[in-house]
């Protein structure tokens, strides 16, 4: 069955940074486009970035733009996010999302259960 596990997660000072992973398995990862959304405390979800099942195409949501990059290891079935410049209003729980349709599209049909990222001094 399809899993997605996410990792990496923590407590960081404003400014500072992580590197999020997603392990993916029980599908062929490679054929997926796949996303990073988030969830703040009492908000609902937020889209952050996309990326094609290639690797080569990529967005984000303005708010991340110039601080988060999405990337992908298809040989180690493993989609990453590195977040850096963390602000407060970064503080949610990250969410690895396998994407339905094009890479642009913000459908999903799987999503792992979420790591926690929490900015603060």
């Known amino acids: 069955q399809v899993q997605l596990v996410e990792s990496g997660g923590g407590l960081v000072q404003p400014g500072g940074s992580l590197r999020l992973s997603c392990a993916a398995s029980g599908f062929i990862f490679s054929q997926y486009h796949m996303s990073w959304v988030r969830q703040a405390p009492g908000k609902g979800l937020e889209w952050v970035s996309s990326?094609?099942?290639?690797?080569?195409?990529?967005t984000y949501a303005d708010s991340v733009k110039g601080r988060f990059t999405i990337s992908r290891d298809n040989a180690k079935n493993t989609l990453f996010l590195q977040i850096s410049s963390l602000k407060p209003e970064d503080t949610a729980v990250y969410y690895c999302s396998r994407i339905l349709g094009n890479y642009y599209e913000k459908n999903y049909d799987f999503r792992g259960q979420g790591t926690q990222v929490t900015v603060s001094s």
């Open positions: 990326i094609n099942n290639r690797g080569i195409m990529t």
